[in-house]
């Protein structure tokens, strides 16, 4: 990505990245329809009440392959492959180690991480379970994160793809089977998404190693570099801080929702689900712009830099202006969606949730613009502070708010971090945008 027309760059990077993360939320919003339409709104529920801590290690696991990924794009783009060989290696190991870590830790404090975040007593039990089972596929998560980081920073992103479209059906089918047809509850969703999570693995790993010669290791250079784990250490702490700094203020946010009772819990597990849904073109441009900047500003190629966040910018303002209309429009149909008796009550939840949502959704597209651009440049504790000053101000909202406007609180409560991490981060990218605008008129 370091020369050539820009624009196709970045859509033809991005594309495959967005078609991945929607198999990814569409094997994960599976779960919750599959849930809610068959077992009922407690088991729904379950799942909300679950989705939070999952989400801090699979995120956690992504920040650290992030952070990886960027050290990685900055030695492909300079050139310098016996490095970036070693780079991969220590990542892989210094990165398996600490998730076998993750597993134990999660398969032992489940329960008790759950009722400190007061779960209501009668769905416990499952969220426990399907819980655990999760926690026992992180490996097979990671294992993939870190070859599809591998590949994305070489800017190929659509090897893995494919693989995870194929595991997205696979998954689906297996929720339908588990869940509905041998009624085996959540647990059988949660073990339907770690099979899922094996097989995009290791079909990804098979895959690398076939058909990448770069990427083949001799015994002798799969080693544990000391230097680069410091290096990558810091890259991958601050990523990985900054990607569970978001999900553990949402499992904060969750405290403040299940004291509301079973229907606002799975209401709100519903809309998050749609938020995740919608946001995830808007993330992946975001990841567009880290690669793209790490790539040109490992090449020292700064006006290429700066008109590639021109470009992800316009993405950004056509991609929310289609979007926010039907949102509005659709909301009842979109929150019916998840369950089969279209109580009146979940649905009217949920609705007042979307319908402000909807007119807010270019504040995270231009966030995660401006995040994609600090990461690609290495400034990693840019976005770190950004996304702490919007959770903060995001969870003192919504335990501010919900208890008075329900719904429509964490809705204004998202409004209110977005404010909080624009104000941080607007004022260093001026400075930075400024620098590189100089440079490249030089």
Not at 61 to 76: A, D, K, P, R
Not at 326 to 352: M, N, T
Request: net charge positive; with cysteine; hydrophobic share 55%.
């Amino acid at each position: 990505m370091t020369r050539g027309p820009i624009t196709p760059q970045i859509v033809t990077y991005i594309v495959p990245l967005i078609i991945g993360n929607l198999c990814m939320l569409t094997y994960n919003m599976a779960d919750s329809i599959i849930v809610g339409r068959v077992v009922g709104t407690d088991a729904l529920a379950a799942l909300g009440a679950a989705s939070p801590i999952m989400n801090i290690m699979l995120f956690l696991m992504v920040g650290i392959c992030l952070g990886m990924s960027i050290l990685m794009g900055h030695f492909f783009g300079s050139g310098d492959i016996p490095k970036l060989k070693r780079e991969i290696s220590t990542s892989m190991i210094a990165g398996g180690v600490f998730t076998l870590f993750i597993v134990i830790m999660g398969l032992f404090f489940s329960r008790d991480i759950l009722r400190l975040m007061r779960t209501p007593s009668n769905i416990l039990g499952d969220a426990t379970s399907y819980l655990q089972i999760i926690f026992g596929g992180l490996v097979f998560s990671f294992i993939y994160n870190i070859y599809a980081s591998t590949l994305r920073s070489m800017g190929n992103s659509s090897a893995s793809l494919y693989f995870l479209i194929i595991s997205a059906v696979l998954n689906i089918l297996m929720d339908i089977l588990f869940v509905a047809v041998w009624k085996i509850g959540i647990r059988g969703a949660a073990v339907a998404t770690v099979i899922a999570e094996l097989l995009s693995a290791v079909f990804c790993m098979v895959y690398v190693h076939q058909k990448f010669p770069i990427l083949k290791f001799a015994r002798h250079e799969f080693v544990f570099d000391w230097s680069l784990f410091r290096q990558t250490v810091s890259f991958s702490a601050t990523a990985a801080l900054q990607q569970i700094t978001l999900q553990i203020g949402k499992f904060l946010i969750q405290g403040a929702v299940n004291p509301l009772g079973v229907y606002t819990i799975g209401a709100f597990n519903a809309v998050t689900r749609i938020d995740d849904l919608i946001m995830v073109v808007q993330q992946n441009i975001g990841h567009g712009t880290t690669g793209f900047m790490a790539q040109n500003h490992g090449a020292s190629k700064v006006d290429r830099m700066r008109k590639g966040f021109l470009v992800g910018l316009k993405l950004v303002l056509l991609y929310t202006a289609v979007l926010m209309v039907p949102v509005f429009v659709f909301a009842p149909q979109l929150v019916g969606a998840f369950v089969s008796d279209k109580d009146p009550q979940f649905i009217s939840e949920g609705v007042e949730y979307l319908r402000i949502m909807a007119f807010l959704y270019l504040l995270p597209g231009l966030t995660n613009l401006l995040q994609g651009y600090f990461r690609g440049v290495g400034r990693l504790k840019v976005t770190l502070g950004a996304t702490t000053a919007q959770m903060v101000g995001r969870v003192v909202a919504a335990y501010a708010l919900a208890h008075f406007l329900g719904m429509r609180g964490f809705a204004l409560a998202c409004l209110v971090g977005w404010i909080c991490m624009l104000a941080y981060e607007l004022p260093i990218f001026r400075k930075s945008w400024k620098k590189i605008s100089m440079l490249s008129r030089s």
